[in-house]
């Protein structure tokens, strides 16, 4: 009886062992490689919607990484704005998102569309950022300070102080006409984007 | 002492070899040896690249339909920056298959656009005027095939008599030089 409570213990024992062996290789194997920090899988939405179709797009003024501020109001009656809020520089999807969009302008010219980058980070951190994807053709903007007011007013800004992973797309009188707060895991088709654009046309 | 120490370790050894396995059910990158499993794509629209493929029906294929001796796919993702910085590179690559006349018709390539739509895939072929086939794997199918591998990433297979694809290379991330990389994939490849 003892003996089988020892082998019990020893077959505990190696499996707790074992599971901490494997959970390193996976964590390792895991981490994303060079400079992006794996945030692992976040809850999809964490905040609260606060606009709809069909309203006016709050106003904002934004530093950009380029230099100089840059407002909203610079688009009104010459184009049809997109905004696209990521959770925070140095992210996987968020990595990958602008670079994306960067090699996208002819479908956003095609719909006579500005792509404005928005992220809670400070300048420093989205220059480092946005550099290693090579020249952007959009404005990246930092709603940093104070902190992620911008995002608050669109209601997508999370619990942690992140936005979410969300699009909003204006037309040319201010008028919000799409808007998708993704599950922050994953990236939006551009599909949908294109989809939206195309509407505006009609 | 030593007793409850071997059995401690036995038991490690299983319990490592269960989860061990478990690990390999769950998607590892493809290594030289493996068979690749199957992947099926459809016939491209395109009369150029079905012609360049040899295919002549409709509907799906298997890559062993592909009129030639070995494939080099390439793994990548239109959101990629690195795939996006390597594009040029893999267009010469292409480019340099093409040119060798010992090489022509036993060696093609085609890429598989991970997570990606076809209106995504079709950006990337514009941007980068690739001329190889491009296929989409938006629900990630492929992409679980081959391992779930980083992008960009490249596998160089063999078709064999029976039509099972064997692994004859494989490298993660970009290449330096297309002809220098080319000169491993044949030797590799034994053409």
Redesign the interface.
Known sequence: MLQRK??YG??A???I???C??TM??GGSATL?ENVYDVGSLKPIDSVPKLQVGDKAPEFTLPAVGGGKIPLSQYRGKKNVVISFVPAAWTPVC???W??YN??K??FDQYDAQLVGITVDNIPTLFAWTH???ELWFPALSDFWPHGTVADQYGILRSDGTSERALFVIDKKGIIRYIDIHDINK?P???DL?RELDKLKK | MMK?TM???A??T???I???GA?VAAEEPMITGDVLGTIQLPVPQDPEAKNYLGLTEEGLFALSQIKTQVVMIEIF?????NC??EAPRVNELYQLMNKDSKLKGKIKMIGIGV?N?P??VE??K??YQVVFPLFPD?DYVIHKTCGEV?TPYFIGVKIKADGSLRVFYTKEGGFQDPSQFLKIIVALSGL
């Open positions: 020892r082998i020893e077959l024992i190696g499996a062992a074992a599971m062996l494997v290789a996976y490689k990595s990958e998102q670079p994306g090699i996208a002819p479908i290693q994807m090579g990236r088709p551009l599909d294109v | 409850r059995i401690f370790f038991m490690l299983v319990c490592l269960a989860l061990n690990r993702n239109m959101y990629c920056n996006q910085r997570g739509t209106l995504e950006v990337f514009k941007t938006a980083r």
